[in-house]
């Protein structure tokens, strides 16, 4: 790592490189010398690349330092006659290989295809674009190079030396920029994908959902967020008894788990140790987002993990809720008004509708969505009116009066026509998971962007309304990030800090739903449950705050179309087969 900022400085700054700092780098293995920029930004870039993989303990990384350490010792002795650099390279080979055992994490098999396949699309692509930048000023070119001289040169200024290609003024230094930029991000991508860690394309099989969701008939109440691990873009890890499971979603390297362990709690550390081998097998970041304290009580004592609390949920007791009392005014004046103004409400379980509605509401929900991608990990199920999940439960907003908008309305807007069922105009849908066999959580709150305000609201009064019906006796709601530093930071006699870490919240909420969620939340009187996340170290937490963003989809980042992993069979994970196999066994 260290060679490698001195590289990048010596790419960067001129001056640099002519200084006796860098010169007495140039011992170092690595270090390249002042005659060529571009050449040594790309060297710098790719050290650091390797110096990630080699703190990883990645296998493939360590065969690459391997063969380079003899390479650049050899290059010492021959070209700098330098006894010092062929000493320091083999200094850093001898404890390489002692411990070579050291770097055993796991490579993705696929990377490799995709690293050569990177390579000869990005080399071919900037090839074709170098010779556009090298004939682009045909009257600063000095002479009338032929194409094999111009293919030369670029082939040349991509790895930072000067071709056979002259220009007058200052062009040939532009040219040359714009060649070793292009060398520079070809090399830069091929050597990402040939060293990233594995990224898994997680699909939850038939096998493991049945499995999972007999663990959630026998102890879901456990958890409010136990349905959410029937999310079919997580792979799960069992326990060796089978009793307890743990999924999870490898995003940027981390190993992202959500909510407490599925199952018998008297099972947990056994499934959280297979989820630690699995990490330590493939150099992941082990990281659990919105566990309970029970779960990350058993988290921090079997893995010797930490904890820090994330934010809490929102849980409202059927039993104790009423929309009568001054503390319930605003809620109640509010969907009165939306009642009055021609709605109705509708609670059922998905079981109980027809296909047809289903797809309505299915086709409504995605009009509506306000993002491209769908958002949610930790408390989103990513799917509505699956035949499986019948035991969900569904609220419906309609518009029946007069008042509805023609059918030629709804066309100017994009709606469909088959938004209007039997019950009127479609508005509003919330999707609730069960919680248990007496509870749910809430999962999706969907609207109209031309409906009335105060939607939400209307429906989770109905929900909460209908719930003794259903034998529904506890509902959670959104989860509030921060939310005690929120309600603290808002009281009389509130220290500086306390303020400040408030006001900053208030600040990123322009962005992030942080103090409206907590607002809307506590309209409805709820209990608050506090959750938490499980970090390994304090160093890893931007990171893991990064993926989670990614998981949840606030963030996206997306590789270009040919690059991206195609929808396969998963390769089964290191007790996968041993899994399968006690299954099957139990079953037989």
């Given at each position: 790592?260290?060679?490698?900022?001195?590289?990048?400085?010596?790419?960067?700054?001129?001056?640099?490189?002519?200084?006796?700092?860098?010169?007495?780098?140039?011992?170092?293995?690595?270090?390249?010398g002042p005659f060529a920029a571009a050449l040594s930004l790309s060297a710098g870039v790719l050290l650091l690349l390797l110096a990630h993989g080699l703190?990883?303990?990645?296998?493939?990384?360590?065969?690459?330092?391997?063969?380079?350490?003899?390479?650049?010792?050899?290059?010492?002795?021959?070209?700098?006659?330098?006894?010092?650099?062929?000493?320091?390279?083999?200094?850093?080979?001898?404890?390489?290989?002692?411990?070579?055992?050291?770097?055993?994490?796991?490579?993705?098999?696929?990377?490799?295809?995709?690293?050569?396949?990177?390579?000869?699309?990005?080399?071919?692509?900037?090839?074709?674009?170098?010779?556009?930048?090298?004939?682009?000023?045909?009257?600063?070119?000095?002479?009338?190079?032929?194409?094999?001289?111009?293919?030369?040169?670029?082939?040349?200024?991509?790895?930072?030396?000067?071709?056979?290609?002259?220009?007058?003024?200052?062009?040939?230094?532009?040219?040359?920029?714009?060649?070793?930029?292009?060398?520079?991000?070809?090399?830069?991508?091929?050597?990402?994908?040939?060293?990233?860690?594995?990224?898994?394309?997680?699909?939850?099989?038939?096998?493991?959902?049945?499995?999972?969701?007999?663990?959630?008939?026998?102890?879901?109440?456990?958890?409010?967020?136990?349905?959410?691990?029937?999310?079919?873009?997580?792979?799960?890890?069992?326990?060796?008894?089978?009793?307890?499971?743990?999924?999870?979603?490898?995003?940027?390297?981390?190993?992202?788990?959500?909510?407490?362990?599925?199952?018998?709690?008297?099972?947990?550390?056994?499934?959280?140790?297979?989820?630690?081998?699995?990490?330590?097998?493939?150099?992941?970041?082990?990281?659990?987002?919105?566990?309970?304290?029970?779960?990350?009580?058993?988290?921090?004592?079997?893995?010797?993990?930490?904890?820090?609390?994330?934010?809490?949920?929102?849980?409202?007791?059927?039993?104790?809720?009423s929309l009568s009392g001054r503390a319930m005014r605003n809620v109640r004046q509010m969907v009165k008004r939306i009642e009055r103004a021609g709605y109705?409400?509708?609670?059922?379980?998905?079981?109980?509708?027809?296909?047809?509605?289903?797809?309505?509401?299915?086709?409504?929900?995605?009009?509506?969505?306000?993002?491209?991608?769908?958002?949610?990990?930790?408390?989103?199920?990513?799917?509505?009116?699956?035949?499986?999940?019948?035991?969900?439960?569904?609220?419906?907003?309609?518009?029946?009066?007069?008042?509805?908008?023609?059918?030629?309305?709804?066309?100017?807007?994009?709606?469909?026509?088959?938004?209007?069922?039997?019950?009127?105009?479609?508005?509003?849908?919330?999707?609730?998971?069960?919680?248990?066999?007496?509870?749910?959580?809430?999962?999706?709150?969907?609207?109209?962007?031309?409906?009335?305000?105060?939607?939400?609201?209307?429906?989770?009064?109905?929900?909460?309304?209908?719930?003794?019906?259903?034998?529904?006796?506890?509902?959670?709601?959104?989860?509030?990030?921060?939310?005690?530093?929120?309600?603290?930071?808002?009281?009389?006699?509130?220290?500086?800090?306390?303020?400040?870490?408030?006001?900053?919240?208030?600040?990123?909420?322009?962005?992030?739903?942080?103090?409206?969620?907590?607002?809307?939340?506590?309209?409805?009187?709820?209990?608050?449950?506090?959750?938490f996340v499980v970090y390994a170290s304090s160093r890893d937490l931007p990171r893991i705050g990064l993926a989670a963003m990614q998981a949840e989809g606030?963030?996206?980042?997306?590789?270009?179309?040919?690059?991206?992993?195609?929808?396969?069979?998963?390769?089964?994970?290191?007790?996968?087969?041993?899994?399968?196999?006690?299954?099957?066994?139990?079953?037989?």
């Open positions: 790592m260290l060679v490698g900022f001195l590289d990048i400085a010596a790419g960067v700054f001129p001056r640099f490189r002519h200084s006796r700092m860098h010169r007495m780098a140039e011992v170092l293995p690595g270090s390249l703190r990883r303990r990645k296998r493939r990384a360590w065969r690459a330092a391997v063969m380079l350490l003899p390479a650049g010792a050899m290059a010492e002795y021959v070209y700098r006659h330098s006894v010092i650099g062929v000493v320091i390279s083999v200094a850093l080979l001898l404890p390489l290989l002692r411990h070579r055992s050291e770097f055993a994490a796991l490579p993705d098999p696929r990377s490799r295809w995709r690293a050569l396949a990177n390579f000869v699309l990005m080399g071919a692509g900037s090839l074709s674009l170098g010779l556009i930048i090298v004939s682009v000023h045909p009257h600063r070119l000095v002479g009338d190079p032929s194409v094999s001289d111009r293919i030369e040169h670029v082939l040349y200024g991509m790895v930072g030396f000067e071709g056979p290609v002259d220009y007058t003024g200052n062009t040939s230094w532009t040219v040359g920029f714009s060649l070793g930029a292009l060398g520079l991000l070809t090399a830069v991508t091929t050597i990402y994908l040939a060293l990233r860690p594995e990224h898994p394309a997680a699909r939850l099989t038939d096998a493991d959902e049945a499995r999972l969701r007999v663990l959630l008939d026998k102890h879901g109440d456990r958890d409010s967020l136990g349905h959410f691990a029937l999310r079919r873009d997580k792979a799960v890890v069992f326990s060796p008894s089978g009793k307890a499971a743990v999924t999870y979603r490898v995003v940027s390297g981390v190993m992202l788990a959500s909510g407490d362990p599925i199952g018998d709690v008297e099972a947990w550390p056994g499934a959280i140790e297979r989820f630690m081998d699995e990490a330590r097998a493939h150099s992941w970041t082990p990281a659990v987002m919105g566990c309970s304290e029970t779960g990350g009580e058993v988290w921090t004592r079997e893995t010797g993990l930490d904890a820090l609390e994330l934010g809490d949920e929102a849980v409202v007791d059927v039993v104790d809720f109705e409400t509708r609670v059922r379980r998905i079981r109980d509708l027809g296909e047809g509605e289903l797809e309505r509401i299915r086709r409504a929900a995605e009009n509506w969505r306000g993002t491209d991608t769908e958002r949610g990990f930790s408390m989103a199920l990513g799917r509505i009116g699956d035949p499986a999940d019948g035991d969900c439960l569904i609220a419906t907003a309609h518009r029946i009066d007069g008042a509805s908008r023609s059918a030629s309305g709804r066309a100017a807007d994009g709606r469909a026509d088959d938004e209007t069922g039997p019950y009127g105009d479609l508005k509003a849908v919330l999707h609730f998971v069960p919680w248990g066999t007496d509870g749910i959580s809430l999962d999706l709150m969907r609207r109209d962007r031309s409906a009335d305000p105060g939607m939400n609201e209307l429906l989770i009064v109905a929900a909460l309304q209908a719930a003794p019906k259903l034998g529904i006796r506890h509902v959670s709601l959104n989860f509030a990030m921060f939310r005690s530093a929120l309600a603290r930071g808002e009281k009389i006699g509130a220290g500086p800090v306390l303020r400040a870490w408030r006001g900053l919240l208030v600040f990123l909420s322009r962005w992030f739903q942080i103090e409206s969620l907590y607002k809307f939340n506590a309209k409805f009187q709820p209990r608050w449950e506090p959750r606030f963030v996206n980042f997306a590789l270009p179309r040919f690059l991206r992993r195609t929808a396969r069979s998963p390769r089964p994970c290191a007790h996968g087969l041993a899994d399968r196999g006690m299954g099957a066994a139990s079953g037989a």
